[in-house]
């Protein structure tokens, strides 16, 4: 038996993977190392990387700048408890987390993990209408086809119906839903959609806390984009019916959609707003939720003012190091000692991405079993009209170089922004395979 299948048997037998039975069904690829766009595996083939590792590696693998950062905080210290010590790294962090992100953000929890600070962000809402003497505030309204993250929390706002949370009717909490936002990025806002989304806002309003959406585009529930008019309908709806609004931007921030976070694309700042995912530039776990002085200072009025939460890695020093570095790189500020990464700065990267995956995929709208073809920022979508063949889908990119990791109906890209002309057909012609195969 060779070393890799060794531990391919251990693994089959000991490790539970994402969404997966135990034991495994199906062996997963072995990655060795990885560098730039490429993952190497265990067996010598390289593959070109088309999920920048679950929306996270924005610039890559084994970035010098990232990887520099982290070695400088290893230096000093990698963990010390935040409870009663605080650190630079984080202190850094949060004060660029504010600056950056829509206008009145002022405040950020630190926490590890997207569903964690989903978590976070609604006990936020939740406390501070209990501390304004509202405590039948405490249901959520989101609109369909959401994800949010597995905690159960985060998983009562999921899809209900398309989501792997269905199974849990009667034990999460049950929360208002909207029929799904209309398809589109450009599509202009349907004013009947509209008006049925103030309507369910005001009807609710006495028992609402919050309305919680991802802005622009809703990724693991769908892939599907909307209209950035309706951020500023929820806006609208939330402060005239004295309701928070949350916007998680765990998969769309730090520029994926084009816009630094998807919010800016419609000028609408929420109240409290979720980050993760491509924080750290994929290298370690870290998310936050940024609140406003507003939605403080009612928790700092209440009968308990403190927001009682503390996950023990909070405020990670190495998490928040990388963290750093990762802004730096995206916004062209640590060149100092170097070439920026993105010399032309990091919006004109993803466009040159927008304007490669539209051209690399418009010849597969049309095809046979192709539903939708849909491109925004560096995100690239190819919608079946069945579920996909996964082993069949994977395995037809992977022989033509490509990573990608469909589910339900999409065969779906989102590169690192490093990511070359060339890689990029590449990748296209990763997806072409793996919609070929599914179709057949
Ligand atoms: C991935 C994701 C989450 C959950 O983040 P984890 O770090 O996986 O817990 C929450 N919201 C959105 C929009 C996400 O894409």
Known sequence: MSATDKLLELDRQRVWHPYAPMPGTRAPLVVESASGVRLRLADGRELIDGMSSWWAAIHGYRHPVLDAAARD???????????????EPAVALADRLVTLAPEGLEHAFLCDSGSVAVEVAVKMCLQYWRSRGKSAKTRLLTWRGGYHGDTFMAMSVCDPDGGMHRMWEGVLPR???????????????DEAYAAR??????????????????PVVQGAGGMRFHDPGYLRVLREACDSCGVLLVFDEIATGFGRTGALFAAGHAGVSPDVMCVGKALTGGYLTLAAALCTAEVAAGIGRGELPVLAHGPTFMGNPLACAVAGASLDVLLGDGAADGAPTYPRGWRAEVRRIEAALTAGLAPVAGQPGVADVRVL????????????DIAAATDAAAAAGVWLR??????????????????????CAGIRAAVAASAR
């Open 406 to 427: 469909p589910f339900r109906d999409l065969v779906y890209t989102m590169p690192p922004y490093v990511t070359g002309d060339a890689d990029l057909a590449a990748v």
């Open 175 to 189: 929360q208002v839903f909207a029929g799904l936002p209309p398809a589109g990025f450009a599509a202009g806002v």
């Open 73 to 87: 905080q290893l230096g000093r210290m990698s963990h010390v408890m935040f409870g009663g010590l605080t650190h």
């Open 377 to 388: 920022g560096a995100i690239g979508v190819v919608q079946l009209d069945r579920e996909v």
């Open 197 to 214: 989304l103030r309507r369910l806002i005001e009807e609710h309003a006495g028992e609402l806390a919050a309305v919680i959406v991802e």
